[in-house]
Structure formats: structure tokens, C-alpha cells
């Protein structure tokens, strides 16, 4: 059974910073894609980050430059460092995971990619 598992949400205020983790098993964590996802009150989810088996990242606009993304495939683990806060960041988080598919040459910030979910985490950003 193949599971994700975040921590490291919480409550920050703007300006501040938060790293979250997301622990993956189930699956060879090695060879699958990876991303966080977050979804604000009343909004669609929307891409954060992706990076892929070769350790290329992607960010959306929103976060270029304040959120970085992270891999440690000996620990199963995948981190999202989120600098610079603003209460716009404020969503729940959510880690999702992916094959590695070489047919597939749309971008990683789109959830197609991910048939595997976490159960998501709050974070919340006051100004």
C-alpha cells in the first residue's frame, strides 16, 4: 500500500518560514516524480513545486525565489522549505507522487501526473 504522510505545518506569521516533510512508502521512492500541491479556501488546487527523478525542479510563479524543493531518496522523504511567507501562502499542503513516465512531456505542476496523495497539511500565514 502505497502511502504519503506530511508534517511540518503550522501557523507562521508573514515573513516567516516553515519547512514541511513528507515520508513516502509503498513504492521505489527513487523513481518517481514528486510535488507539493496546496489548495486555499474557495480556490482550485494549484501546483507549488515539482522535482523529478533527476533532481530538476519546477516552482510556480507565486514561489520563485521563496520556496525551495528537496529530495532525500535514502530517507524516503521529500521537503518543501517555505521562506518568506505571505498570508496568500496560507492552503493546505498536500505531497503527491508520481511515476516517472517518459511519454508524458506536459509540465509536473499539473496533477495528472500524481495518482498518489497525502492527506495534507494546514498552513497558515497572519499578517
Known amino acids: 500500500e502505497v502511502q504519503l504522510v506530511e508534517f511540518g505545518g503550522g501557523s507562521v506569521e508573514s515573513g516567516g518560514s516553515l519547512r514541511l516533510s513528507c515520508v513516502v512508502s509503498?513504492?521505489?521512492?527513487?523513481?518517481?516524480?514528486m510535488a507539493w500541491f496546496r489548495r486555499a479556501p474557495q480556490t482550485v488546487r494549484e501546483g507549488v513545486a515539482a522535482i523529478d527523478t533527476d533532481g530538476q525542479t519546477f516552482y510556480a510563479d507565486s514561489v520563485k525565489g521563496r520556496f525551495t524543493i528537496s529530495r532525500d531518496n535514502a530517507k524516503n522523504t521529500l521537503y518543501l522549505q517555505m521562506n518568506s511567507l505571505k498570508p496568500e501562502d496560507t492552503a493546505i499542503y498536500y505531497c503527491?507522487?508520481?511515476?516517472?513516465?517518459?511519454?508524458?512531456?506536459?509540465?509536473?505542476?499539473?496533477?495528472?501526473?500524481?495518482?498518489?496523495w497525502g492527506q495534507g497539511t494546514q498552513v497558515t500565514v497572519s499578517s
Open positions: 503527491a507522487g508520481g511515476w516517472d513516465d517518459p511519454v508524458y512531456t506536459g509540465p509536473l505542476l499539473d496533477s495528472i501526473v500524481y495518482p498518489y
Open positions: 509503498g513504492y521505489v521512492y527513487g523513481s518517481y516524480v
